[in-house]
Protein backbone atom coordinates (compact mmCIF):
# COMPACT_ATOMS: atom_id res chain seq x y z
CA UNK A 1 0.00 0.00 0.00
CA UNK A 2 0.91 3.01 -0.68
CA UNK A 3 0.39 6.17 2.11
CA UNK A 4 1.64 9.01 4.07
CA UNK A 5 3.01 9.38 7.68
CA UNK A 6 0.09 10.66 8.86
CA UNK A 7 -1.90 7.97 7.03
CA UNK A 8 0.40 5.04 8.81
CA UNK A 9 -0.38 7.16 12.21
CA UNK A 10 -4.11 6.59 11.76
CA UNK A 11 -3.86 3.15 10.32
CA UNK A 12 -2.15 2.31 13.81
CA UNK A 13 -4.11 4.44 16.29
CA UNK A 14 -2.28 5.43 19.09
CA UNK A 15 0.75 4.80 18.66
CA UNK A 16 2.10 7.83 17.75
CA UNK A 17 4.29 9.17 14.44
CA UNK A 18 7.48 6.99 15.11
CA UNK A 19 5.66 3.44 14.91
CA UNK A 20 9.60 1.70 14.98
CA UNK A 21 9.90 2.91 18.69
CA UNK A 22 6.24 1.93 19.22
CA UNK A 23 6.75 -1.22 17.82
CA UNK A 24 9.48 -1.82 20.66
CA UNK A 25 6.91 -1.63 23.76
CA UNK A 26 4.44 -4.04 25.21
CA UNK A 27 1.09 -2.42 23.41
CA UNK A 28 1.91 -2.98 19.50
CA UNK A 29 2.21 -6.20 18.34
CA UNK A 30 0.91 -5.48 14.50
CA UNK A 31 1.83 -2.65 12.35
CA UNK A 32 0.46 -1.85 8.95
CA UNK A 33 2.97 -0.19 7.33
CA UNK A 34 3.79 1.56 3.72
CA UNK A 35 6.50 1.76 1.38
CA UNK A 36 9.54 2.96 3.82
CA UNK A 37 9.21 0.20 6.16
CA UNK A 38 10.26 -2.61 3.21
CA UNK A 39 13.68 -1.45 2.50
CA UNK A 40 14.60 1.22 5.58
CA UNK A 41 13.03 -0.97 9.01
CA UNK A 42 15.75 -2.38 11.38
CA UNK A 43 13.75 -4.30 14.10
CA UNK A 44 14.78 -7.56 15.24
CA UNK A 45 11.79 -8.27 17.43
CA UNK A 46 9.97 -8.69 13.90
CA UNK A 47 9.15 -11.93 13.42
CA UNK A 48 6.44 -12.29 11.10
CA UNK A 49 5.19 -10.53 7.80
CA UNK A 50 1.45 -10.71 5.67
CA UNK A 51 2.21 -8.94 2.47
CA UNK A 52 -0.45 -8.00 0.41
CA UNK A 53 1.13 -5.80 -2.44
CA UNK A 54 3.27 -7.01 -5.37
CA UNK A 55 6.79 -7.86 -5.10
CA UNK A 56 9.69 -7.89 -7.00
CA UNK A 57 13.47 -8.04 -7.71
CA UNK A 58 15.21 -6.13 -4.77
CA UNK A 59 12.45 -4.88 -3.25
CA UNK A 60 11.68 -8.18 -2.72
CA UNK A 61 14.80 -9.50 -1.56
CA UNK A 62 15.14 -6.31 0.67
CA UNK A 63 11.49 -6.66 2.14
CA UNK A 64 11.17 -10.38 2.92
CA UNK A 65 14.92 -9.36 4.60
CA UNK A 66 13.45 -7.46 7.21
CA UNK A 67 12.86 -10.59 9.09
CA UNK A 68 16.66 -11.68 9.28
CA UNK A 69 17.72 -10.26 12.35
CA UNK A 70 18.80 -11.86 15.33
CA UNK A 71 17.02 -11.75 18.68
CA UNK A 72 17.59 -12.42 21.96
CA UNK A 73 15.60 -11.71 25.07
CA UNK A 74 16.69 -10.66 28.58
CA UNK A 75 16.36 -14.11 29.49
CA UNK A 76 18.37 -15.84 26.89
CA UNK A 77 15.46 -16.91 24.82
CA UNK A 78 16.14 -16.58 20.77
CA UNK A 79 14.08 -15.51 18.12
CA UNK A 80 13.11 -18.81 16.98
CA UNK A 81 11.21 -18.85 14.19
CA UNK A 82 10.02 -16.36 11.38
CA UNK A 83 6.97 -16.59 8.91
CA UNK A 84 5.51 -14.89 5.81
CA UNK A 85 2.03 -15.00 4.89
CA UNK A 86 1.60 -13.74 1.22
CA UNK A 87 -2.06 -13.33 -0.21
CA UNK A 88 -0.28 -11.51 -3.73
CA UNK A 89 2.83 -13.22 -4.90
CA UNK A 90 3.92 -16.47 -6.83
CA UNK A 91 6.35 -18.46 -5.35
CA UNK A 92 8.31 -18.63 -8.62
CA UNK A 93 8.73 -14.73 -8.55
CA UNK A 94 10.51 -14.46 -5.34
CA UNK A 95 12.45 -17.40 -6.07
CA UNK A 96 13.62 -15.20 -9.37
CA UNK A 97 14.16 -12.50 -6.79
CA UNK A 98 16.29 -14.25 -4.60
CA UNK A 99 17.96 -16.23 -6.93
CA UNK A 100 20.81 -14.04 -8.15
CA UNK A 101 21.91 -13.10 -4.41
CA UNK A 102 22.47 -16.93 -3.32
CA UNK A 103 25.84 -18.64 -2.47
CA UNK A 104 28.20 -17.46 -5.06
CA UNK A 105 26.89 -13.81 -6.35
CA UNK A 106 30.05 -11.95 -8.14
CA UNK A 107 29.93 -8.14 -9.26
CA UNK A 108 30.32 -8.00 -12.86
CA UNK A 109 31.64 -4.09 -12.48
CA UNK A 110 33.13 -2.23 -9.76
CA UNK A 111 30.93 0.63 -7.92
CA UNK A 112 32.08 4.19 -8.32
CA UNK A 113 32.49 5.86 -5.51
CA UNK A 114 32.56 9.45 -7.08
CA UNK A 115 28.57 8.91 -8.19
CA UNK A 116 27.67 10.59 -5.18
CA UNK A 117 30.23 13.44 -5.45
CA UNK A 118 28.46 14.41 -8.82
CA UNK A 119 25.13 13.54 -8.04
CA UNK A 120 25.46 16.03 -5.06
CA UNK A 121 27.19 18.65 -7.38
CA UNK A 122 24.14 17.92 -9.60
CA UNK A 123 21.33 18.72 -7.47
CA UNK A 124 22.86 21.70 -6.59
CA UNK A 125 22.54 22.91 -10.04
CA UNK A 126 19.19 22.98 -9.85
CA UNK A 127 18.99 25.68 -7.27
CA UNK A 128 15.57 24.08 -4.88
CA UNK A 129 17.87 24.72 -1.85
CA UNK A 130 20.91 26.23 -0.26
CA UNK A 131 23.96 24.96 1.43
CA UNK A 132 22.97 27.24 4.30
CA UNK A 133 19.78 25.25 4.43
CA UNK A 134 21.58 21.65 4.28
CA UNK A 135 23.53 22.77 7.15
CA UNK A 136 20.33 24.30 9.26
CA UNK A 137 18.52 21.48 8.89
CA UNK A 138 21.05 19.30 9.74
CA UNK A 139 21.88 21.08 12.77
CA UNK A 140 18.39 20.76 14.03
CA UNK A 141 18.13 17.28 13.45
CA UNK A 142 21.48 16.49 15.22
CA UNK A 143 20.13 18.31 18.34
CA UNK A 144 16.61 16.87 18.14
CA UNK A 145 14.80 20.13 18.17
CA UNK A 146 11.68 18.27 16.64
CA UNK A 147 9.41 18.17 13.84
CA UNK A 148 7.89 21.50 14.07
CA UNK A 149 11.72 23.27 13.50
CA UNK A 150 12.79 20.50 11.11
CA UNK A 151 9.21 21.62 8.87
CA UNK A 152 9.83 24.63 9.27
CA UNK A 153 13.21 24.31 7.59
CA UNK A 154 12.89 22.27 4.97
CA UNK A 155 9.66 24.59 3.95
CA UNK A 156 11.58 26.61 1.85
CA UNK A 157 12.97 24.09 -0.44
CA UNK A 158 9.63 22.15 -0.46
CA UNK A 159 7.15 25.10 -1.25
CA UNK A 160 9.94 25.65 -4.09
CA UNK A 161 9.81 22.69 -6.02
CA UNK A 162 5.95 22.80 -5.33
CA UNK A 163 5.84 26.47 -7.08
CA UNK A 164 7.82 25.53 -9.60
CA UNK A 165 5.71 22.42 -10.43
CA UNK A 166 2.41 23.80 -10.42
CA UNK A 167 4.07 26.50 -12.71
CA UNK A 168 5.14 24.08 -14.95
CA UNK A 169 1.67 22.45 -15.48
CA UNK A 170 -0.29 25.51 -15.97
CA UNK A 171 1.81 26.35 -18.39
CA UNK A 172 2.08 22.58 -19.49
CA UNK A 173 5.75 22.85 -19.84
CA UNK A 174 7.13 20.08 -20.50
CA UNK A 175 10.38 20.29 -20.42
CA UNK A 176 10.29 22.05 -16.46
CA UNK A 177 8.14 19.34 -15.21
CA UNK A 178 10.67 16.01 -16.92
CA UNK A 179 13.64 18.02 -14.86
CA UNK A 180 11.67 18.53 -11.71
CA UNK A 181 10.63 14.36 -11.92
CA UNK A 182 14.47 13.86 -12.74
CA UNK A 183 15.38 16.04 -9.19
CA UNK A 184 12.96 14.10 -7.43
CA UNK A 185 13.98 11.05 -8.76
CA UNK A 186 18.23 12.00 -7.93
CA UNK A 187 16.96 12.85 -4.28
CA UNK A 188 15.66 9.59 -3.41
CA UNK A 189 19.30 8.03 -5.29
CA UNK A 190 21.33 10.73 -3.56
CA UNK A 191 19.79 9.15 -0.07
CA UNK A 192 19.85 5.23 -0.77
CA UNK A 193 23.42 5.28 -2.44
CA UNK A 194 24.73 7.50 -0.14
CA UNK A 195 24.01 5.20 2.94
CA UNK A 196 25.46 2.45 1.24
CA UNK A 197 28.36 3.99 0.02
CA UNK A 198 29.25 5.81 3.04
CA UNK A 199 29.24 2.54 5.14
CA UNK A 200 32.73 1.66 3.26
CA UNK A 201 34.40 4.95 2.08
CA UNK A 202 35.22 8.12 4.06
CA UNK A 203 34.64 10.92 1.77
CA UNK A 204 35.91 13.18 4.28
CA UNK A 205 33.06 15.75 4.12
CA UNK A 206 30.89 16.28 6.92
CA UNK A 207 28.69 18.67 4.34
CA UNK A 208 27.31 15.28 2.18
CA UNK A 209 26.44 13.43 5.59
CA UNK A 210 24.16 16.94 6.29
CA UNK A 211 22.80 16.52 2.90
CA UNK A 212 21.65 13.25 3.36
CA UNK A 213 20.03 14.49 6.20
CA UNK A 214 18.83 17.23 4.34
CA UNK A 215 17.43 15.40 1.33
CA UNK A 216 16.05 12.31 3.50
CA UNK A 217 13.67 14.83 4.91
CA UNK A 218 12.85 16.68 1.51
CA UNK A 219 12.34 13.58 -0.30
CA UNK A 220 9.33 12.75 1.98
CA UNK A 221 7.47 15.96 1.19
CA UNK A 222 7.94 16.15 -2.68
CA UNK A 223 6.84 12.91 -3.28
CA UNK A 224 4.63 12.26 -5.88
CA UNK A 225 2.07 10.34 -3.13
CA UNK A 226 2.16 13.40 -1.06
CA UNK A 227 0.63 15.34 -3.06
CA UNK A 228 -2.69 12.88 -3.30
CA UNK A 229 -5.49 13.35 -1.59
CA UNK A 230 -5.51 11.35 1.97
CA UNK A 231 -7.48 8.39 2.48
CA UNK A 232 -10.39 8.14 5.22
CA UNK A 233 -10.12 4.68 6.66
CA UNK A 234 -11.87 5.57 9.78
CA UNK A 235 -14.64 3.75 9.40
CA UNK A 236 -13.05 0.51 7.76
CA UNK A 237 -13.74 -2.49 10.43
CA UNK A 238 -11.85 -5.98 9.79
CA UNK A 239 -14.90 -8.64 10.44
CA UNK A 240 -13.32 -11.45 8.65
CA UNK A 241 -10.58 -12.92 7.22
CA UNK A 242 -10.34 -16.40 5.24
CA UNK A 243 -7.48 -18.20 5.01
CA UNK A 244 -7.08 -21.70 2.55
CA UNK A 245 -4.20 -23.88 2.72
CA UNK A 246 -2.69 -23.87 -0.40
CA UNK A 247 -0.08 -26.97 -1.66
CA UNK A 248 3.53 -26.44 -0.39
CA UNK A 249 5.91 -25.53 -2.77
CA UNK A 250 9.84 -25.59 -3.15
CA UNK A 251 11.78 -22.68 -3.52
CA UNK A 252 14.95 -23.59 -2.87
CA UNK A 253 17.72 -21.72 -4.61
CA UNK A 254 20.26 -23.60 -6.58
CA UNK A 255 21.85 -20.65 -8.79
CA UNK A 256 24.94 -18.00 -8.57
CA UNK A 257 23.76 -14.52 -10.26
CA UNK A 258 26.39 -11.60 -11.33
CA UNK A 259 25.53 -8.17 -10.36
CA UNK A 260 26.55 -4.50 -11.53
CA UNK A 261 28.17 -1.96 -9.87
CA UNK A 262 27.26 1.20 -9.45
CA UNK A 263 28.89 3.38 -12.45
CA UNK A 264 26.33 6.46 -12.63
CA UNK A 265 23.36 8.04 -11.14
CA UNK A 266 21.47 10.87 -12.15
CA UNK A 267 21.51 10.00 -15.72
CA UNK A 268 18.45 8.50 -16.64
CA UNK A 269 16.32 10.37 -19.69
CA UNK A 270 12.24 10.73 -19.24
CA UNK A 271 10.09 8.54 -22.21
CA UNK A 272 7.41 10.45 -23.99
CA UNK A 273 4.44 11.97 -21.40
CA UNK A 274 2.03 9.62 -22.72
CA UNK A 275 3.81 6.70 -22.19
CA UNK A 276 4.62 7.87 -18.80
CA UNK A 277 1.45 8.33 -17.91
CA UNK A 278 -0.19 5.00 -19.52
CA UNK A 279 2.26 2.97 -17.34
CA UNK A 280 1.09 4.63 -13.99
CA UNK A 281 -2.68 3.71 -14.90
CA UNK A 282 -1.22 -0.27 -15.66
CA UNK A 283 0.75 0.10 -12.22
CA UNK A 284 -2.02 1.42 -10.61
CA UNK A 285 -4.37 -1.13 -11.74
CA UNK A 286 -1.63 -3.76 -11.60
CA UNK A 287 -1.64 -3.07 -7.59
CA UNK A 288 -5.46 -2.89 -7.31
CA UNK A 289 -6.22 -6.50 -8.78
CA UNK A 290 -3.09 -8.18 -7.84
CA UNK A 291 -5.19 -10.78 -5.97
CA UNK A 292 -7.11 -11.16 -9.30
CA UNK A 293 -3.91 -12.73 -10.95
CA UNK A 294 -4.27 -10.72 -13.87
CA UNK A 295 -1.51 -10.64 -16.48
CA UNK A 296 0.27 -7.00 -16.71
CA UNK A 297 -0.59 -7.86 -20.78
CA UNK A 298 -4.52 -7.96 -19.92
CA UNK A 299 -4.11 -5.09 -18.03
CA UNK A 300 -2.17 -3.14 -20.22
CA UNK A 301 -4.77 -4.50 -23.34
CA UNK A 302 -7.41 -3.36 -21.18
CA UNK A 303 -6.30 0.07 -20.36
CA UNK A 304 -5.69 0.82 -24.43
CA UNK A 305 -8.75 -0.76 -25.30
CA UNK A 306 -10.15 1.95 -22.53
CA UNK A 307 -8.34 4.87 -24.10
CA UNK A 308 -9.17 4.24 -27.79
CA UNK A 309 -12.78 3.66 -26.56
CA UNK A 310 -12.81 7.51 -24.99
CA UNK A 311 -11.03 8.90 -27.98
CA UNK A 312 -14.18 8.19 -29.99
CA UNK A 313 -16.07 10.76 -28.07
CA UNK A 314 -15.36 14.39 -29.92
CA UNK A 315 -16.65 15.93 -27.03
CA UNK A 316 -13.58 14.10 -24.64
CA UNK A 317 -11.10 14.99 -27.18
CA UNK A 318 -12.64 18.70 -28.09
CA UNK A 319 -11.89 19.55 -24.18
CA UNK A 320 -8.42 18.81 -24.34
CA UNK A 321 -7.86 21.12 -26.87
CA UNK A 322 -9.90 24.13 -24.83
CA UNK A 323 -8.71 23.06 -21.20
CA UNK A 324 -5.32 23.17 -19.76
CA UNK A 325 -4.30 19.46 -18.33
CA UNK A 326 -5.13 20.70 -14.72
CA UNK A 327 -8.76 21.61 -16.17
CA UNK A 328 -9.42 18.66 -17.81
CA UNK A 329 -8.30 16.57 -14.78
CA UNK A 330 -10.83 18.37 -12.56
CA UNK A 331 -13.81 18.15 -14.54
CA UNK A 332 -16.38 15.53 -13.40
CA UNK A 333 -16.98 14.85 -17.73
CA UNK A 334 -14.44 12.62 -17.70
CA UNK A 335 -15.30 10.14 -14.99
CA UNK A 336 -18.90 9.91 -16.48
CA UNK A 337 -17.39 8.78 -19.70
CA UNK A 338 -14.88 6.21 -18.28
CA UNK A 339 -17.95 4.67 -16.41
CA UNK A 340 -19.52 4.55 -20.01
CA UNK A 341 -16.92 3.33 -22.14
CA UNK A 342 -16.16 0.56 -19.68
CA UNK A 343 -20.16 -0.21 -19.65
CA UNK A 344 -20.03 -0.08 -23.48
CA UNK A 345 -17.01 -2.84 -23.26
CA UNK A 346 -17.81 -4.71 -20.25
CA UNK A 347 -17.91 -7.93 -21.38
CA UNK A 348 -13.77 -8.19 -22.55
CA UNK A 349 -12.71 -7.73 -19.26
CA UNK A 350 -15.67 -8.62 -17.01
CA UNK A 351 -13.94 -8.84 -13.69
CA UNK A 352 -11.77 -5.96 -14.07
CA UNK A 353 -14.88 -3.06 -15.42
CA UNK A 354 -16.88 -4.49 -12.45
CA UNK A 355 -14.33 -2.46 -10.04
CA UNK A 356 -15.15 0.83 -11.69
CA UNK A 357 -18.93 0.78 -10.61
CA UNK A 358 -17.46 1.14 -6.76
CA UNK A 359 -16.78 4.03 -5.56
CA UNK A 360 -13.55 2.77 -3.90
CA UNK A 361 -10.76 5.11 -3.08
CA UNK A 362 -8.31 2.94 -6.08
CA UNK A 363 -10.53 4.01 -8.50
CA UNK A 364 -10.75 7.22 -8.30
CA UNK A 365 -7.05 7.03 -8.62
CA UNK A 366 -6.90 4.97 -11.07
CA UNK A 367 -9.49 7.47 -12.99
CA UNK A 368 -7.38 10.79 -12.17
CA UNK A 369 -4.40 8.55 -13.63
CA UNK A 370 -6.74 8.02 -16.60
CA UNK A 371 -7.37 11.28 -17.12
CA UNK A 372 -3.84 12.75 -17.06
CA UNK A 373 -3.02 9.32 -19.54
CA UNK A 374 -5.70 10.32 -21.73
CA UNK A 375 -4.77 14.20 -22.18
CA UNK A 376 -1.55 13.47 -23.07
CA UNK A 377 -2.96 10.99 -26.17
CA UNK A 378 -5.13 12.68 -27.13
CA UNK A 379 -3.23 16.14 -27.35
CA UNK A 380 -0.47 14.03 -29.22
CA UNK A 381 -3.07 12.59 -31.74
CA UNK A 382 -4.33 15.80 -32.01
CA UNK A 383 -0.77 16.76 -33.17
CA UNK A 384 0.26 14.46 -35.73
CA UNK A 385 -3.41 14.99 -37.45
CA UNK A 386 -2.15 15.73 -41.25
CA UNK A 387 -3.43 18.91 -42.40
CA UNK A 388 -6.51 18.18 -44.94
CA UNK A 389 -7.03 22.09 -45.89
CA UNK A 390 -7.61 23.06 -49.44
Known sequence: MDATDDLEAKMNPGAGADLAAAFKGETYKIMLVANKFQ??????????????????????????SRLNRTHRTVGGEKKAKTFVIDFVNKPDDIRAAFEPYFTNATLETETNPYVVIHLANKLA???????????????????????????????????DFRRRYAAAIEAEDKVTLNTLDLFRKDVSTYVRLYDFMSQ????????????????????????????????????????????????????????DGELKGISAAGTGAKKEPKYVALQVVIDKMNDLFGAESFAESQ????????????????????????NSKKQFMESQDF??????AVADNQQAHNTMADYFFTDGPAIKGIVVALADAFYEVAIDKEAVQPYSGS
Open 299 to 322: IREFVQGLVQQLLTYPDLVQQTRV
Open 39 to 64: TGFDQPLLSAMYVDKKLSGVTAVQTL
Open 125 to 159: QAGIYTEEQVRQVAELWVTRKGNNALSAAISPAQH
Open 200 to 255: IVDYGDPYMEMLSIFLRLLEKVIAEFSWSAEVDLSDVVLVGVKHNKAPAVDISLIG
Open 335 to 340: QSAVTE
